[in-house]
């Protein structure tokens, strides 16, 4: 733990949906590491529990879907820090419900609107997580380049479904590749402020996220799952290497990587001349109205 936490003590650090399964394992291991964790989630019972558990935790009631709810979690945040600074914000709740995009209606029968939860949770709450993020970490380190900016990182969650052939989830697998596609823009411009963005897409992981009838499917085709550790290990890591901006990393578990978890390299075209060149025309072209940072 050590090696991977000198980066992290007295940190404030957000975590959305921190109250179970992943979030609450980034939790515990963001304050074994030392560093100062808001916890903000829909359940308060678990995470008040947490909160009187974990010195240095602090439970935040949030709705991630509700902007006000995130304006409060931050300014919570802020006041919680002893210097004021918001250092890390894991953009980590999430949901996976029956996609009613992919369901049939049934012959004879009208399709119905579908139910965009996912949607609202997955990547509504996550763009609401990541304008304050990036409001406070710009306020905190200004807006031009200087060598007093102090590190700040945006981890946004992605998943197995940011990357590949999900089938019969339209919606999730939208909002995780979206957590790429996120991820690719302000990558470009938050290291001008001192910030940087990264990914973490997880494998299976045994959480309340499935049904156990689910798990049970997954177990009994022979894939195997990843751990929560390897996850919290990989944040860790990330967050602790300052160097580390506009990556995306695989919670592979220990099948894939001795580690858990490993860079795929999926989010660069390094050696495609021919992509290569068309990026090069896009970021010289990309509007500018937003301001210049170059
Ligand atoms: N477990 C997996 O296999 C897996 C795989 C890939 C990606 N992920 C991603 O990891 C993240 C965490 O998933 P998990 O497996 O720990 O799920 P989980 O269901 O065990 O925990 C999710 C937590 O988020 C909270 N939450 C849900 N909606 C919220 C909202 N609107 N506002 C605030 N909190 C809310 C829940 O109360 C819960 O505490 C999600 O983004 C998920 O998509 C999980």
Not at 26 to 33: G, M, N, T
Not at 76 to 98: D, E, M, Y
Not at 177 to 198: D, E, I, K, P, Q
Not at 264 to 291: F, T
Request: net charge negative; charged share 20%.
């Amino acid at each position: 733990m050590d090696m991977e936490s000198q980066n992290l003590k007295n940190k404030t650090t957000i975590v959305t949906g921190g109250a179970n399964g992943l979030g609450e394992a980034y939790v515990r291991a963001l304050v074994a590491a030392g560093a100062l964790v808001v916890i903000a989630d829909l359940d308060v019972l678990k995470g008040r529990k947490l909160e009187e558990e974990l010195t240095g935790a602090k439970f935040i009631e949030c709705d991630t879907t509700n902007w006000d709810d995130q304006v409060r979690l931050f300014e919570a945040a802020a006041s919680f820090s002893p210097n004021g600074k918001i250092s890390f914000v894991v953009a980590n709740a999430g949901i996976h419900r029956k996609d009613e995009v992919f369901a049939y209606a049934g012959d004879g029968k009208a399709p119905e609107k579908p139910d965009l939860a996912t949607i609202d949770v997955n990547l509504i709450g996550t763009l609401y997580t990541s304008k304050l993020a990036s409001h406070y970490f710009i306020k905190q380190n200004g807006q031009h380049s200087s060598e007093s900016q102090e590190d700040t990182c945006l981890i946004l969650i992605g998943s197995g479904a940011a990357f590949l052939d999900c089938p019969r989830a339209p919606q999730y697998c939208a909002t995780k590749w979206a957590m790429r596609g996120m991820m690719h823009s302000l990558r470009r411009t938050a290291y001008f402020y001192g910030s940087r963005v990264n990914v973490i897409s997880p494998w299976y992981v045994k959480t309340n996220i499935l049904s156990d009838e689910d798990f049970a499917h997954i177990t009994s085709v022979g894939v195997q799952f990843a751990e929560t550790s390897d996850a919290s290990q990989c944040l860790l890591h990330i967050l602790n290497d300052n160097t580390i901006n506009g990556r995306s990393y695989f919670i592979s578990g220990k099948k894939w990587s001795s580690k858990g978890y490993m860079d795929l390299d999926l989010e660069d075209y390094q050696g495609n001349s021919l992509v290569e060149s068309i990026q090069e025309d896009q970021v010289k072209s990309a509007p500018v109205e937003m301001g210049l940072f170059v």
